[in-house]
């Protein structure tokens, strides 16, 4: 069936750059023109309204989206005591095991985190309270024993031995990974299903599904893999693991995607040549040279894109190392064709020029998280204290990412940050490096097709022509032409040929 949308204008990041409908056939764009609209079966009139390419968030955790949303007031805690406030409202009527995301006590005017005698007050059912970031986990007691967490590497303790209720590396995987499997499917599904509903709500139409089975099982990626037709947008998965054999016989063509090399900045986990300003010790990173480079030759020889989670200037460096020593082991042939796997690295936050210059040379692609400068890259927020300016100032050098000719794609990182991509295009624009920032159209491309090249799906997402997926937007204004975009909602979103959302 034959569908035309009518608007005031549209823009296709293609050519003709402009037009004033959309004719579709079934998932596909069949033509985008001006004047006098063709025949078709069904007409969707839009009139004073703007049609943009769908959006496409290169880093999303799905199922983490939909347990965030279950409790979005945790981010809205200011004190440690306002936390555990609302994590008895919470709780209140929960039976078995509790998982919420989202603190931030970067926020807090003393990011002092409560105690475990404070958690084991709030319930008697096994409690889990993520940090935004994901790499930091508060937990009471009966979670961390009954997760067996306190056995792992990442267990804090106090100077008597007394567990603290903090947990990271090790013990914050296993941790989050004993709560994920005290979720059904249906569970699972639904969470999912929430998270894409959201995701549409605001104009986007593909997700790259970052999947992190130590955190939640392979079952969590078997799941969607089952039931992603039936969600109202289209998704790419990644998978985090180095176990290539696996990632074959699902018939998935990426792996890595947010596995970490190292953890976050927030967490105080993140991989750095110099020590935190606030914190003693540099972090550490997740893999031996040898073992990265096992992993990086391994899985790019059997044909697969990969990914890294890196942070840390040194975390950076050893991906980059890593994989410039795999480039210097393949013939003349097998040289030509590694620029064109475009094998990714996740954040990059803290790549000087130097670094820059030889992910380019590579030909690594970049996914970035521009919202992250805007919570916390700003004189005095997270990033100033952990690092100090002299480095927080360096970071997420979007401008230069693109002038040096690296291919640059954008996300959320939901649920670290709302699968919002005008707010990510408002984070572009106002980076807090003036020389740093985008302009509207550069980051609107950035989510569009820098995030569609970032999954080799340039030919069917990020622009509308002809024989392109049925994927756009249409709002109210010209989201290229109005001053602000944040806070802008679509009033009509379209995935592979569906009305999927509508205001």
């Not at 069936?1 to 037009?19: D, E, I, N, W």
């Not at 009139?47 to 279950?70: K, R, S």
């Not at 990033?383 to 954008?410: H, K, Q």
Request: glycine content about 10%; aromatic content about 6%.
């Amino acid at each position: 069936m034959r569908t035309l949308y009518r608007a005031s204008l549209v823009h296709t990041l293609s050519h003709p750059p402009k037009g004033e409908w959309v004719l579709i056939d079934g998932r596909h764009v069949q033509r985008v023109g001006s004047g006098e609209p063709p025949q078709s079966d069904r007409v969707i009139e839009l009139p004073g309204a703007t049609i943009i390419p769908g959006f496409v968030d290169a880093h999303v955790h799905l199922t983490g989206t939909g347990v965030h949303h279950q409790a979005p007031e945790v981010a809205s805690a200011r004190s440690p005591q306002e936390l555990i406030e609302i994590l008895r409202k919470v709780v209140k009527d929960k039976d078995g095991p509790v998982l919420v995301h989202g603190y931030d006590e970067s926020k807090w005017d003393r990011p002092e985190l409560p105690t475990i005698d404070e958690l084991d007050g709030v319930t008697e059912q096994p409690l889990a309270v993520v940090r935004v970031d994901g790499h930091l986990t508060l937990a009471n007691r009966r979670g961390l024993e009954e997760s067996g967490a306190l056995d792992a590497d990442g267990a804090e303790r106090d100077t008597d031995g007394y567990p603290t209720g903090t947990v990271t590396r090790e013990a914050n995987v296993r941790l989050r990974h004993w709560f994920q499997q005290h979720l059904a499917d249906h569970d699972v599904e639904e969470l999912q299903l929430d998270a894409a509903s959201l995701a549409v709500a605001h104009g986007v139409t593909c997700i790259h599904e970052m999947s992190m089975p130590k955190e939640r099982g392979m079952r969590d990626l078997e799941i969607l893999v089952r039931h992603r037709a039936r969600l109202p947008l289209d998704v790419v998965p990644y998978v985090a693991t180095t176990d290539v054999g696996r990632v074959l016989d699902l018939g998935l063509r990426r792996i890595g995607g947010d596995l970490p090399v190292d953890g976050s900045i927030g967490a105080r986990t993140a991989w750095l040549f110099e020590p935190f300003a606030d914190h003693e010790g540099s972090g550490a990173g997740y893999f031996g040279d040898d073992e990265l480079a096992e992993f990086f030759h391994g899985a790019h020889l059997a044909g697969l894109q990969v990914g890294v989670h890196a942070i840390g200037d040194a975390a950076i460096e050893q991906v980059a190392r890593t994989w410039e020593r795999v480039y210097q082991a393949l013939d003349s042939r097998e040289r030509r064709h590694f620029r064109a796997r475009r094998h990714r690295v996740e954040h990059f936050e803290m790549a000087d020029g130097a670094l820059v210059e030889r992910a380019a040379a590579l030909g690594l692609a970049i996914s970035v998280q521009p919202s992250f400068d805007a919570e916390w890259g700003h004189p005095g927020g997270l990033y100033d204290r952990g690092l100090g300016w002299g480095r927080a100032e360096g970071m997420n050098r979007f401008r230069t990412l693109l002038d040096r000719g690296l291919e640059v794609g954008a996300g959320s990182d939901s649920p670290i940050t709302i699968i919002d991509p005008l707010a990510g295009i408002a984070a572009f624009e106002g980076h807090h490096d003036p020389a740093q920032r985008l302009h509207r159209e550069e980051a609107v491309r950035a989510y569009t097709i820098g995030s569609a090249r970032l999954a080799h799906q340039e030919d069917k997402k990020g622009s509308l022509a002809p024989g392109m997926h049925a994927d756009f937007a249409a709002y109210e204004v010209d989201p290229m032409a109005v001053d602000s975009v944040e806070g802008l909602r679509p009033v009509l979103t379209v995935s592979l040929g569906r009305d999927v959302y509508a205001a």
